[in-house]
Every structure is written in C-alpha cells, then in structure tokens.
C-alpha cells in the first residue's frame, strides 16, 4: 500500500535534503534524495565524526532530527554544534555515555560483591532485576525502536555503528540496518551511519548493498601536514556524482570540498 503524505510536508520538505554542506550538495546534485541511506566508512581521525553532526545541522524539524553517537555525551555533541553556529535544538541521544554509566557501573558492582561475597539478599535483588536490565542494555533493539517509530521526513545521524558490532552478532546489526533502511525508504526520511573499516571488516559488500550512498573517508600523511578526502564511491541511480573529494575543515564551515575529481 503507497504512502500517504501531508501535502504540505510533500511542499515543505520537497524531493530533495541537503547533506548538511551546501559547496558538497552542489557537487551531487542539489542533496541527497529523500529516502535515502547514507553510509560512511574509514578510520580514525578521517572527518567522519565531525561529518556526522553537519549531516545533520540543516534541522529542518527539531523533534524529528536525532544524532546518535556512540562516543561523546550530549553536552559536547550540543557544544560542538553550537561553536559553528549549527543548530542544537536537535535530539541527541547519547548510547555510549549511557553504557558507561549503566550497563558498566553495574558490572563494577557485580564484580565488587563477588569480591566480597553475596549475600542471600543480594542474590534476591539480582534475581529480581536480572531480566529488566537485560532489556534495558539491549541498545541494539533500543536503536532500532527508536528510528522505526519516527514518522516521515526525519533526519538520522548514527555515529557510529562500531558499538553495535562490537556487542551484537553481525547478521543482527546488518539486519537493524535493513530495516531502518527500509523505514527511511517509505518514510521519505535521511539516514546517515558511519562504521569503521575495521569493524565492518568482511561485510563491506553487504552493508554497499543496503546504501543508497557509499563515502569512504581517508586521511594521508603529506609530509607535515594531512590531507582528508572523502571518495563518493556510490550513488544510487545517479553515477554521475561519483567522485572524489580532497577538503579540509575550518573554524567557519566545518568541513568543506577543496577539489573535485570525477570518477564516474
């Protein structure tokens, strides 16, 4: 059964979102086609990270605007955005800071009373909450939950995806994947995910086959100084905006195209 959208959001929001840098949205084309799913890939200290929060700067509609990061806690995501006059009035929701400060402070007093013994009524305690929190550090589900139940035309940034592959089964996240990709798809929304090439090793062919748009991060080391480029390895229906681009970062934009070379 097709959609049915808001004619005003069909005029409000249009075909197209743009990625968040307007010198790259004229580089592809005007932006990214709504519904799509954008994956990046590379390693550390690439531009990934900082790539992320400009994806999703635009904040065309604040509770449907959700950066996810794995890494940094909701302060500094809201500080970083604010220092380049981004918007920050947008979700944040901070899964790493959570599981440091639940999931593992709860293993640090585990460990603690098996140091010290438990007792019947500590045993009692665990028992009762054992399956409660079992659910609650299931981030995974908790992920998938929360970007399925946003309605049409969101914008999705999850750095990074490196988390979940380091807890989960591989065919699971990969499953995940598919489907907010799908939810984005007959949503209209735009998804952004990062992963490094190490966690993903093995499944780079899969997760190609679920991106709409495949960027591919890289840093090299030019003497003194680094260059970072990003290569659009693909697009979607538009080869044509294949291409790879040296940038660089400044206090003014954040991260901006130098040149471009079409590979296409």
Do not use: C
């Amino acid at each position: 059964m097709a959609q049915r959208f808001n004619p005003r959001d069909v005029n409000f929001y249009g075909d197209m979102g743009s990625i968040g840098i307007p010198k790259l949205d004229a580089v592809i084309g005007g932006g990214i086609p709504r519904g799509f799913t954008v994956v990046a890939r590379g390693p550390p200290g690439s531009g990934m990270e900082l790539f992320a929060k400009q994806f999703v700067s635009p904040v065309e509609d604040p509770k449907k605007t959700f950066y996810v990061s794995t890494t940094e806690k909701d302060d500094e995501v809201r500080g970083l955005m604010q220092m380049y006059r981004w918007p920050s009035d947008l979700q944040v929701r901070a899964i790493g800071h959570e599981y440091n400060t639940r999931t593992l402070q709860r293993d640090l007093a585990a460990s603690r009373l098996r140091l010290n013994g438990f007792t019947m009524a500590d045993i009692q305690r665990l028992a009762k909450t054992r399956f409660v929190e079992n659910i609650a550090d299931d981030y995974l589900t908790d992920l998938a939950m929360t970007v399925t139940g946003l309605g049409h035309y969101y914008r999705v940034a999850i750095d990074s995806l490196d988390f979940f592959f380091q807890r989960n089964e591989p065919s699971r996240v990969l499953s995940v994947l598919r489907l907010m990709q799908t939810h984005t798809q007959d949503n209209r929304g735009i998804l952004f995910v990062t992963h490094s090439n190490d966690a993903a090793s093995g499944l780079e062919g899969e997760i190609a086959s679920i991106a709409d748009i495949l960027l591919d991060f890289e840093v090299h080391r030019m003497g003194t100084e680094f260059e970072t480029r990003l290569t659009i390895r693909k697009f979607r229906n538009h080869p044509e905006n294949m291409a790879m681009i040296a940038f660089r970062v400044t206090p003014e934009e954040g991260i901006t195209p130098e040149t471009v070379e079409r590979i296409a």
